[in-house]
């Protein structure tokens, strides 16, 4: 949560030149986005967001990003769209940074998260899954199995400290999963982060998808196994059969998955839920200190992974395991 | 610039059940006020800002600042306007805090201020203090000339350590300060904190005034030096006498400073800085290690301190000295 730039209304009026958006009315920097700056503007036109992209963002994966949105905007996908200039580009400079123009979304993400909920993200992330299947251009996952093994070497030595035993459970863990992670699973373009702050809705209709920042292409039952891990867990880390149901079940409705990746299923979100312990880990691990920002707990990951290891089968996850449904 | 407090979704609908202001469409949480934390709502009348306030704002001043605001907006002053929920209050509760809506205000505030900036703002000003004159509650400054001591005593010790001398330079001023204060100048309801970025404007014209949150009771001259400190001088600290000019001939077209004004004035200015000068001081000295906010520097304050003591009448401020404008 955090505005690192601040933009003058004056070098943004410059820029708004070369977008045919209206007049600029307001602009107010927001608390959403961990990686860049956003604004939201008013313009005689409507509301957007502006987006500063700061170093963390890799700038050579912003077309990438930009053109992923554009895409599924185009195939009937609820997200962001960037607005290009009267150039058609849709990034451009500002406050000696890239940055882009998206149109504003309305509707808010859900802080208690409910089995419609669920539901909705199952049916559009499958929806998503579908979309991306013709976008053309591509983007490796740094954060997949191959990027896991870097991560435990830098929360190695201190993993003990956050929680006794945890570096032995780590260790073991990498290795099962780098041995037996599948390599012949569907393939395509994932979100990689949908967790609710990422979803918005109106009542219990799901309204849009944003922040495609860590969008890549990767196995597709494995960006299932990150949602399952981010919206069907209780807030006491407890596992919500109701809600995993609801979300697998939803998702099935639109793309079906096959025997391999129900097979595969509990494994990926062992997968998942090692991805997310090991980032939280570092960051926990290198808190700079006295900072503002408190970082995730890395035990709430460590929590989803025992359960996930004692998981037999895509049963236990609350669907029917021998995908009769087909 | 924080938000200090998320709010849930579901909470605020609840909060919002009791307001007459249409469906919640989208709330943002928005970088701005230092004291509060900000939220930008879209609901489907219109866009309002949610302001909940934290600790460092009293309580008992809540019903005096929102008091204030409703009273200048029923007088003509575009400021933010308290909406009353149904029960017809303006204050409420949410997320434990004490919570208000306000309707939002379009416009933006200038990082580069030009002579038309100046202008609008000294007439907004004078329009205020007018309009504030038959406000029926007051509010003591606890940041006027009697709360200075206080303010020296904690940062004297380390003083000396942001400059070299300027220990010294605090307790001389504060001495003459303490002793020449006017008594007898004409009072009323102040601002107290009207810098740039609390002043809306669309392309040169002003659209609003915001943040009332240091408002009181005080020398209505006072308010007019704290203005001319905070607009009238250029990124290097200059005293720039066009914008001075610019600034007082449009107060003063509205309201007409008295000749004992007008020979207070340098004296006001002085401690105006004073003022800006001690609280950035002791904010200075206080960082605690770490922190990502970085605390305004006071050494702007001290040239502009010093510009002050060089000034022999009003006329220096750029507008005549005898107010043959009368």
Redesign the interface.
């Known amino acids: 949560?955090?505005?690192y730039t601040?933009v003058?209304?004056?070098?943004?009026a410059d820029f708004l030149i070369h977008y045919d958006i209206g007049e600029?009315?307001?602009?107010?920097?927001?608390?959403?986005g961990v990686e860049n700056s956003n604004f939201?503007l008013?313009t005689s036109r409507g509301?957007y967001i502006l987006t500063l992209y700061e170093k963390r963002v890799a700038k050579d994966d912003l077309p990438f990003f930009l053109g992923l949105m554009q895409h599924l905007a185009a195939h009937g996908i609820n997200c962001p769209q960037p607005v290009v200039n009267r150039s058609g580009e849709a990034l451009g400079v500002l406050a000696g940074r890239p940055a882009a123009i998206v149109n504003?979304?309305?509707?808010?993400?859900?802080?208690?998260v409910n089995t419609a909920h669920c539901a909705g993200v199952g049916q559009a992330l499958a929806k998503m899954h579908l979309a991306g299947a013709d976008f053309p251009m591509s983007r490796a996952n740094t954060l997949s199995v191959s990027g896991w093994r870097a991560l435990y070497a830098a929360a190695e030595p201190r993993a003990d400290s956050v929680q006794t035993g945890l570096c032995r459970l780590l260790g073991t863990e990498l290795d099962y999963l780098e041995n037996d992670w599948p390599r012949s699973l569907p393939q395509g373009v994932i979100h990689a982060d949908l967790f609710p702050d990422n979803v918005?809705?109106?009542g219990d209709k799901l309204s849009g998808l944003i922040d495609f920042y860590f969008a890549c292409n990767d196995i597709l039952a494995y960006d299932v196994a990150i949602c399952l891990n981010a919206w069907c867990f209780e807030i006491d880390h407890s596992f919500n059969v109701t809600k995993a149901r609801a979300f697998l079940n939803a998702y099935e409705k639109v793309r079906k998955l096959s025997v391999a990746e129900r097979d595969a299923f509990p494994l990926l979100a062992r997968g998942a839920a090692m991805r997310f312990l090991l980032t939280r880990l570092v960051d926990w691990l290198n808190v700079?200190?006295?900072?503002?920002?408190r970082p995730k707990d890395p035990l709430e990951y460590v929590r989803k992974l025992r359960f996930h290891q004692s998981v037999k089968s895509i049963g236990d996850y609350g669907i029917e395991q021998t995908g009769s449904m087909a």
Do not use: Q
């Not at 600029?24 to 959403?32: D, H, M, T, V």
């Open positions: 949560m955090a505005v601040d003058a209304a004056e070098d943004l600029l009315l307001s602009y107010k920097g927001i608390a959403e939201l008013h509301s504003f979304l309305e509707g808010v993400w859900p802080r208690k918005f809705f109106l700079p200190p006295g900072a503002l920002v």
